[in-house]
T-cell receptor, first 111, second 114 residues
Framework: KQEVTQIPAALSVPEGENLVLNCSFTDSAIYNLQWFRQDPGKGLTSLLLIQSSQREQTSGRLNASLDKSSGRSTLYIAASQPGDSATYLC??????????FGAGTRLTVKP | DAGVIQSPRHEVTEMGQEVTLRCKPISGHNSLFWYRQTMMRGLELLIYFNNNVPIDDSGMPEDRFSAKMPNASFSTLKIQPSEPRDSAVYFCASNRGSERTEAFFGQGTRLTVV
């Protein structure tokens, strides 16, 4: 069963473009929703965490939103740069601290 | 803190051999997770512990896989006997176990079973 779904699987954009990555999940009884970045051959790095009581979080050029009722989260990246190229994964955490991931979106930002 | 530490970084072993992966979580974190990542299946949750107690091991693929957390600063994931289809990157992660806390990942162990 696919609890967390990410669309698109891959995305290629020119430098400077604003973009949105999507994450949908089953079970609205979440504790939090996290967005991670993974560079090739590396571990995951947490970018943003949205608690269940929050609607969005911002860090620099990144903004993440959460809509529990519809089971959706988005990650907005403003003014994309080649250094943003990576795989972005979202994870939902539910009761007992159970944390499950989507398959990720592989982003390429072309100079 | 040095972050989540996993060892070894790379492991190549022959089919049928026992493999033990190790993880040291961040000090003060009371939850620890083991994941397996492959191209085909993505990042799969194998097992996680809260306060050293296994909470959900439904992701462990077979009885060949076992995990232990004897204390708050150490966990192992063991595969016995190993098979080629176990080849993957295995990640360990930890957090403080509350809704406010982000998870931190180790660099992973790349396992190749030949």
């Amino acid at each position: 069963k696919q609890e967390v779904t990410q669309i698109p699987a891959a995305l290629s954009v020119p430098e400077g473009e604003n973009l949105v990555l999507n994450c949908s999940f089953t079970d609205s009884a979440i504790y939090n929703l996290q967005w991670f970045r993974q560079d090739p051959g590396k571990g995951l790095t947490s970018l943003l965490l949205i608690q269940s009581s929050q609607r969005e979080q911002t860090s620099g050029r990144l903004n993440a939103s959460l809509d529990k009722s519809s089971g959706r989260s988005t990650l907005y990246i403003a003014a994309s740069q080649p250094g943003d190229s990576a795989t972005y994964l979202c994870a939902k955490t539910t009761r007992n601290n159970d944390m499950r991931f989507g398959a990720g979106t592989r982003l390429t930002v072309k100079p | 803190d040095a972050g989540v530490i996993q060892s070894p970084r790379h492991e190549v072993t022959e089919m049928g051999q026992e493999v033990t992966l190790r993880c040291k979580p961040i000090s003060g974190h009371n939850s620890l997770f083991w994941y397996r990542q492959t191209m085909m299946r993505g990042l799969e949750l194998l097992i996680y512990f809260n306060n050293n107690v296994p909470i959900d091991d439904s992701g462990m693929p077979e009885d060949r896989f076992s995990a232990k957390m004897p204390n708050a600063s150490f966990s192992t994931l063991k595969i016995q006997p190993s098979e080629p289809r176990d080849s993957a990157v295995y990640f360990c992660a930890s957090n403080r176990g509350s809704e406010r806390t982000e998870a931190f990942f180790g660099q992973g162990t790349r396992l190749t079973v030949v």
